[in-house]
């Protein structure tokens, strides 16, 4: 397959045919080929990309009319791609409002949908690459775990900047047993992995999404491979120009390339490292404006060394939550996941419900959190040994809620 990208399409006087100036440039993949309308000072510059080697330059050599160039983009001979400045549009009010959208669908309910971006930051070892490939392989097959559910398979690119592929092929092997509900299939087919550590020595320098030659480079892989889902692993590795990761200026062309993900309505994930204290993103927070959803994977104080094992919290999510997206304790056991509730979070969230004297009880507590009311019985109780609140103050918040009513008999310790 070749490529055609062309600055200008200019249609010729009636009868006028191709001027051959320059044509044998055209031939060589990557090459800029000068073609002119005769007798014009009208130039249309072409950009040949070759994608299959084995295809005859022969074909190429058929087109000898504008007719034919349209013939050939209709049977797949080329894709064109303009690279013509395009016009900015307006929409009015009147035409937005009449617009009817489809609903986007989830791609992993109920935090992530069509054209939304991600970043899942964590320190090294925490098990970040675990916690995304289980991802990866959820989406491609159309599975669930951890209460997330994908839905249907989508297709997904894997772009990973460091690991050997022999690592990647054993632990997609032993992830692919952790989710449930797989079309194996599909999987098969839809989970594709471009990784760094596979690419011949001479194969050239790999995607780096920090400048435009790199992020073009990607963005036409991905419209090539049709993904629906992208996952880049990590932001480090795939930014070789990125001179400083903390400079806002400097990020900034990745913004443009999520924003190009989002034009085209694929989901994208980017993996990053923490900062040194491992509590935050390393980084300006100029990356923080462009996500929808930002999860962070905190090590645990009981984490046992080279475990994927980490406290999972949702840092920036604009849908309505639920508990599938509170903070939970993730630990990889074998080829499954342990799933915990965070019982400090836990407890933070019903003390800070119960001092807001809100509630009138603790179901009422548990509703509103969307937890067990044994878990805020539990929690309450727990408080109280540990000298955090009283029984006393308890009762008093739930029974300044309901104007000095005497609590009812799930708030009796």
Known sequence: MYTLQHKVWQKPAKNESWDYMGYSSILAPGRMGDFRWPNTSTAIGVVVHQHNPHFSTNQLRSVRAPADVYKGLAGGLFRSVSNAPRKITAVTYRDLMARNFPDREWVMEPWLRQGESVMIWAASGVGKTMLTLTLA?????????????????????????????????????????????????????????????????????????????????????????????????????????????NDAVAFKPIMGLLLGFKQRNVSVMLVHH???????????????????????????????????????????????????????????????????????????????????????????????????????????KRAVLDGCVTRRGIKEALGEATSGDPPGPEDDF
């Open 274 to 380: 923490a900062s040194k204290g491992g509590q935050a993103y390393r980084g300006s927070t100029a990356l923080e404006t462009t996500f929808e959803v930002i999860i962070g994977l905190k090590r645990p104080d009981d984490a046992r060394p080279g475990n994927a094992h980490f406290r999972l919290e949702f840092g920036k999510f604009r849908q309505k939550g639920g508990a599938s997206t509170q903070s939970r304790v993730f630990a990889l056991a074998d080829d499954h996941w342990i799933v915990s509730e965070d019982e400090d979070d836990t407890l933070t969230r019903i003390l800070g419900a119960l001092r807001s004297c809100r509630y009138g009880s603790q179901k009422e507590i548990a509703v509103a959190l969307a937890i067990d009311p044994a878990t805020v019985s539990r929690q309450l």
């Open 137 to 245: 392989i959820a989406m491609a097959g159309g599975g669930s775990f951890a209460g997330w559910a994908a839905g249907r398979p989508r297709k997904v690119l894997l772009v990973d900047g460091e690991m050997h592929v022999q690592d990647l092929q054993e632990r997609l092997k032993t992830l692919t047993r952790a989710v449930s509900g797989i079309d194996h299939d599909a999987l098969a087919d839809n989970l594709k992995i471009i990784a760094r550590q596979g690419q011949a020595p001479d194969s050239g320098p790999f995607y780096d999404i920090s400048c435009p030659n790199g992020q073009a480079q990607l963005l036409r892989r991905v419209d090539q491979e049709e993904a629906e889902v992208v996952f880049l692993d990590n932001y480090t590795t795939l930014s070789d120009s990125l001179a400083d990761e």
